[in-house]
Nanobody, 126 residues
Framework: QVQLVESGGGFVQAGGSLRLSCAAS????????MGWFRQAPGKEREFVAA????????YYADSVKGRFSISRDNAKNTVYLQMNTLKPEDTAVYYC???????????????????WGQGTQVTVSS
């Protein structure tokens, strides 16, 4: 049974930082592309960042590029999202996701991810 468990969310003032973690189990973690998505109230779930399985190549949404950093530790079966210079518009539930097959054309498409975590709330005050 695959499980993705996010942690590290919370309340922070604008300009602050948070580090999210996602611990995976029940899958061969090193072979999966890992992604982070977020969903704000009344909005669709959107792509934030992704990291490839072996190469570790990273991809970001334009809205977070230069502020967020995704990384992974295959020995710990964990993916991270370092979020700096947070803005109120970053407020959302953040979800970790995993996909076995990498395809650049669908990397940002949430329907192409195989497994999801339960989400962690991030709230940024102005």
């Amino acid at each position: 049974q695959v499980q993705l468990v996010e942690s590290g969310g919370g309340f922070v003032q604008a300009g602050g930082s948070l580090r999210l973690s996602c611990a995976a189990s029940g899958l061969t973690f090193s072979t999966y592309t890992m992604g982070w998505f977020r969903q704000a109230p009344g909005k669709e779930r959107e792509f934030v960042a992704a990291i490839r399985s072996i190469s570790g190549i990273t991809y970001y949404a334009d809205s977070v590029k230069g502020r967020f950093s995704i990384s992974r530790d295959n020995a710990k079966n964990t993916v991270y999202l370092q979020m700096n210079t947070l803005k109120p518009e970053d407020t959302a539930v953040y979800y970790c996701a995993a996909r076995r097959v990498f395809a650049i054309a669908t990397l940002r498409d949430r329907s192409n991810y195989d497994y999801w975590g339960q989400g962690t709330q991030v709230t940024v005050s102005s």
